[in-house]
Protein backbone atom coordinates (compact mmCIF):
# COMPACT_ATOMS: atom_id res chain seq x y z
CA UNK A 1 0.00 0.00 0.00
CA UNK A 2 1.21 3.38 -1.14
CA UNK A 3 0.95 5.71 2.23
CA UNK A 4 0.70 8.60 0.26
CA UNK A 5 -3.05 7.93 -0.84
CA UNK A 6 -4.08 8.10 2.90
CA UNK A 7 -6.70 9.93 4.31
CA UNK A 8 -4.00 11.35 7.01
CA UNK A 9 -1.87 12.28 4.42
CA UNK A 10 -4.21 13.96 2.26
CA UNK A 11 -5.37 15.95 4.94
CA UNK A 12 -4.41 19.27 5.40
CA UNK A 13 -3.15 21.12 8.52
CA UNK A 14 -4.87 25.03 9.33
CA UNK A 15 -5.53 27.67 11.37
CA UNK A 16 -8.94 27.59 12.75
CA UNK A 17 -10.84 30.63 14.54
CA UNK A 18 -12.42 29.03 17.98
CA UNK A 19 -14.44 30.46 20.40
CA UNK A 20 -12.63 34.02 19.71
CA UNK A 21 -9.12 32.57 19.29
CA UNK A 22 -7.21 31.41 16.62
CA UNK A 23 -5.70 27.58 16.68
CA UNK A 24 -3.53 26.07 14.62
CA UNK A 25 -4.61 22.41 14.18
CA UNK A 26 -1.57 20.06 13.00
CA UNK A 27 -3.04 16.57 11.23
CA UNK A 28 -0.92 13.97 11.44
CA UNK A 29 -3.27 11.38 12.15
CA UNK A 30 -3.80 8.69 10.38
CA UNK A 31 -0.48 8.01 8.88
CA UNK A 32 -0.08 4.53 10.90
CA UNK A 33 3.50 3.68 10.37
CA UNK A 34 4.34 5.50 7.58
CA UNK A 35 6.81 7.62 9.97
CA UNK A 36 8.67 9.05 6.64
CA UNK A 37 5.19 9.98 5.26
CA UNK A 38 4.33 11.64 8.86
CA UNK A 39 7.81 13.23 9.03
CA UNK A 40 7.57 14.52 5.49
CA UNK A 41 4.06 15.57 5.82
CA UNK A 42 5.22 17.73 9.24
CA UNK A 43 8.38 19.38 7.47
CA UNK A 44 5.90 20.55 4.76
CA UNK A 45 3.61 22.10 7.71
CA UNK A 46 6.03 23.34 9.68
CA UNK A 47 6.88 25.76 6.77
CA UNK A 48 3.49 27.35 7.53
CA UNK A 49 3.26 27.21 11.06
CA UNK A 50 6.28 28.75 12.05
CA UNK A 51 4.94 31.92 10.35
CA UNK A 52 4.46 34.89 13.20
CA UNK A 53 1.59 35.66 11.69
CA UNK A 54 -0.07 31.95 12.28
CA UNK A 55 -1.45 31.27 16.10
CA UNK A 56 0.65 30.33 18.89
CA UNK A 57 -1.98 28.12 20.44
CA UNK A 58 -1.53 24.62 18.60
CA UNK A 59 -3.60 21.25 18.48
CA UNK A 60 -1.85 18.53 17.27
CA UNK A 61 -3.33 15.17 16.15
CA UNK A 62 -1.65 12.28 16.19
CA UNK A 63 -4.57 9.81 16.77
CA UNK A 64 -3.83 6.42 14.50
CA UNK A 65 -0.19 7.46 13.94
CA UNK A 66 2.80 5.11 15.08
CA UNK A 67 5.28 7.61 17.30
CA UNK A 68 8.66 6.28 16.57
CA UNK A 69 11.47 7.97 18.02
CA UNK A 70 12.21 9.72 14.32
CA UNK A 71 8.41 11.38 14.72
CA UNK A 72 8.91 12.10 18.54
CA UNK A 73 12.33 14.23 17.66
CA UNK A 74 11.49 16.06 14.69
CA UNK A 75 7.81 17.17 16.77
CA UNK A 76 9.85 18.04 20.10
CA UNK A 77 12.39 19.85 17.73
CA UNK A 78 9.60 21.94 15.63
CA UNK A 79 8.04 23.23 18.73
CA UNK A 80 11.21 23.70 21.27
CA UNK A 81 13.26 25.73 18.41
CA UNK A 82 12.23 29.03 19.02
CA UNK A 83 11.27 30.14 15.93
CA UNK A 84 7.38 30.14 16.80
CA UNK A 85 6.14 31.30 19.91
CA UNK A 86 4.02 28.99 21.74
CA UNK A 87 1.61 29.47 23.66
CA UNK A 88 -0.25 26.25 24.25
CA UNK A 89 -0.22 22.62 22.70
CA UNK A 90 -2.35 19.82 22.78
CA UNK A 91 -2.07 16.52 21.55
CA UNK A 92 -4.91 14.57 20.55
CA UNK A 93 -5.22 10.95 20.17
CA UNK A 94 -1.48 9.92 21.92
CA UNK A 95 -1.60 6.86 24.19
CA UNK A 96 -0.03 6.82 27.59
CA UNK A 97 3.53 5.87 26.55
CA UNK A 98 3.68 8.15 23.69
CA UNK A 99 2.55 10.89 25.74
CA UNK A 100 5.40 9.81 28.23
CA UNK A 101 7.67 10.26 25.81
CA UNK A 102 6.60 13.21 24.62
CA UNK A 103 6.90 15.16 28.49
CA UNK A 104 10.10 14.10 28.54
CA UNK A 105 11.17 15.46 25.09
CA UNK A 106 9.49 19.38 25.82
CA UNK A 107 10.29 19.50 29.42
CA UNK A 108 11.65 23.06 29.82
CA UNK A 109 8.78 23.70 27.18
CA UNK A 110 8.08 28.03 27.87
CA UNK A 111 4.47 26.82 26.71
CA UNK A 112 1.70 24.82 28.52
CA UNK A 113 1.02 21.07 27.02
CA UNK A 114 -1.83 18.99 27.57
CA UNK A 115 -2.99 15.63 26.39
CA UNK A 116 -6.56 15.06 25.17
CA UNK A 117 -8.14 11.92 23.30
CA UNK A 118 -11.16 14.39 22.33
CA UNK A 119 -10.89 16.79 19.75
CA UNK A 120 -13.39 19.10 21.04
CA UNK A 121 -12.04 19.17 24.72
CA UNK A 122 -8.66 19.33 23.04
CA UNK A 123 -10.34 23.08 21.61
CA UNK A 124 -12.03 23.73 24.70
CA UNK A 125 -8.16 23.31 26.95
CA UNK A 126 -6.59 25.75 24.29
CA UNK A 127 -8.86 28.62 24.49
CA UNK A 128 -9.58 27.98 28.17
CA UNK A 129 -7.36 30.50 30.88
CA UNK A 130 -6.02 28.23 33.23
Do not use: I
Request: net charge neutral; with cysteine; proline share 3%.
Amino acid sequence: MDGRTLPGFQKKSFALFYSGAELWCEHLDGLYGFGDLALEKLEQDYAQWKKPSRPGLMAVNLDETVLDDSLLSALAQKLLNGEKRLTRVVFVGVKPSGARQLQKRLGGANFAVAFENDYEKAKEWLVSQG
